[in-house]
Structures are given as structure tokens and as C-alpha cells.
């Protein structure tokens, strides 16, 4: 059995002395999208936070079989870890081409060469990001700041893609946009953690699942069949199934 690109064993963490995980354990394949889906304040932001190193937290992390645990965030990006946060916490005063270039930092760090052909592999990604690449950020749609916030996590050539809520305050049009996108980056092979309340999306273009209550892993399974599952339909999905 190959070696999981991520593997997290029994993480603990939380806001003070407020637990919000308790002994969380899960898998990202490399290639694979990975979905954690919950309702509210089940975790899932603080899932990827303390997989990034924003929070502090117990437990064991492993990266491409490396022990990253004790890593800093700083070195967490370096490794390949990226995360497009869920307030996407964008340079509103810089404009959209800048914003990117910031983005390039983990392989200007490495000395990575031709690291500034992302941009132009971000601009056929969002071709509106071309169109506005002098426009200051903070004047942007949300969609259009979601787009950049990805294009400029996908500018750090990073190994692990996650996500927070991409589809959070989004009209329906962009949702599927940004869920296209998703599909688009999964066919070229990237691998993705996706958190997400719009559980019948994350499903439809995950490859595996994870159920997340109040701080504890209540299902897990192939994506199909977890869109598939009663439980999951009652309680995320309404009556009707996903294709």
C-alpha cells in the first residue's frame, strides 16, 4: 500500500483551554481530494489550522513519510502545505498581479526555476484574474477574491492544496465555478483537502470523505458512498441522492 501523502494521527486542538479535536485521524492519497464535511462549529477550520501550524495541537503528522509535528508554519509552506483560508485574507491595497507574486514565496525560497510561469498558469486558470491583474484586490467580487486566493496558493507549487469553505458567501454561479476548478486541479493531479458545509459538492467531486461532529470523526469512507449513505442524506444532503 503506498505511503499516504498526509497522514494524521490522533490530533488534539482548540482555542485555550477549549478542545475543539479530539484525537482526529485521517489520510490524504497523493492525486486524491479529500473532503471533511460537518456542520458549524464542528472543527473543520480548525482541522486545517492545526494542520498548517496557525494553531497549536497534539498529535502526529507525517508529510510524503516525513514526521512534520514539530514544524513552523514557515516550514510547513516550505515542505508543500498551502491553505486558502476561509477569509481568504488577501493584500486588499496591492493589486491582483502582486498579490500572486507573494504567492511565489515557497519556491523563490527554493530556488526553484521559472517559478514566475505560475502567473501565466494562473491567469488560464481564472482568466478574470488576467483581465483585472491591476486591479487592487480589495475591490474585487467574492468570487473573484476566492480565485485569487487559490491562484495565489497554487503560485507556491504546493503539494497539499487545502481549502476552507471555498463556496462560503458565494452565489451559486461562482460555486460552481470554484467546484469546476477544484475538478480541473484534481484531473492535473493535485491533491487537495477540502472543508466544507455544501456537502453534497464536496462529495460529488471527492475521492474520499470524512464526517465531522463536534470535534470527533463519526463516518469516513469513499465519497460515492458516503453521498450514498442514509445518515449522510438525512442530515447533509436532504432526500435526494448525488449523482
Same mark, same amino acid.
Request: aromatic share 8%; glycine share 8%; hydrophobic share 45%.
Given at each position: 500500500m503506498a505511503t499516504p501523502l498526509l497522514e494524521v494521527i490522533d490530533l488534539h486542538a482548540g482555542y485555550g483551554? &477549549? +478542545? *475543539?479535536? %479530539? $484525537?482526529?485521524?485521517?489520510? =490524504?492519497?497523493? $492525486? &486524491? *481530494? =479529500?473532503? *471533511?464535511?460537518? /456542520?458549524n462549529g464542528a472543527g473543520k477550520s480548525t482541522t486545517l489550522n492545526a494542520l498548517m501550524g496557525v494553531l497549536p495541537a497534539r498529535g502526529t503528522l507525517r508529510f510524503d513519510g516525513h514526521d512534520i509535528t514539530r514544524l513552523t508554519l514557515e516550514e510547513r509552506v516550505l515542505a508543500g502545505l498551502a491553505l486558502v483560508p476561509? @477569509? %481568504?485574507?488577501?493584500? $486588499?491595497?496591492?493589486?491582483? +498581479?502582486?498579490?500572486?507574486v507573494l504567492g511565489g514565496w %515557497?519556491? @523563490?525560497?527554493?530556488r526553484l /526555476?521559472?517559478?514566475r510561469a505560475g502567473l501565466e498558469?494562473?491567469? &488560464?486558470?481564472? /482568466?478574470?484574474?488576467? +483581465?483585472r491583474r491591476a486591479q487592487l484586490a480589495g475591490t474585487l467580487s467574492g468570487g473573484e477574491r476566492q480565485m485569487l486566493a487559490?491562484? %495565489?496558493a497554487l503560485m507556491g507549487q504546493p503539494r497539499l492544496l487545502m481549502l476552507d469553505e471555498p463556496s462560503l458567501g458565494l452565489a451559486p454561479l461562482i460555486v460552481r465555478d470554484i467546484f469546476e476548478i477544484i475538478t480541473r486541479l484534481r484531473r492535473d493531479g493535485?491533491?487537495?483537502l477540502l472543508v466544507e458545509q455544501n456537502a453534497r459538492a464536496a462529495l460529488a467531486v471527492a475521492d474520499h470523505g470524512y464526517v465531522l461532529e463536534t470535534g470527533d470523526l463519526v463516518l469516513q469512507g469513499a465519497a460515492e458512498d458516503l453521498a450514498g449513505d442514509p445518515r449522510v442524506i438525512e442530515?447533509?444532503? $436532504?432526500?435526494q441522492k448525488t449523482g
Open positions: 483551554k &477549549a +478542545e *475543539v479535536l %479530539r $484525537g482526529l485521524s485521517l489520510q =490524504v492519497a497523493s $492525486g &486524491a *481530494v =479529500v473532503t *471533511v464535511i460537518g /456542520p476561509e @477569509r %481568504r485574507e488577501l493584500f $486588499g491595497t496591492m493589486s491582483v +498581479e502582486d498579490n500572486l %515557497r519556491p @523563490r525560497q527554493l /526555476p521559472n517559478w498558469q494562473a491567469f &488560464a486558470l481564472f /482568466p478574470r484574474l488576467k +483581465e487559490i491562484g %495565489r493535485v491533491s487537495i442530515t447533509y444532503l $436532504g432526500s
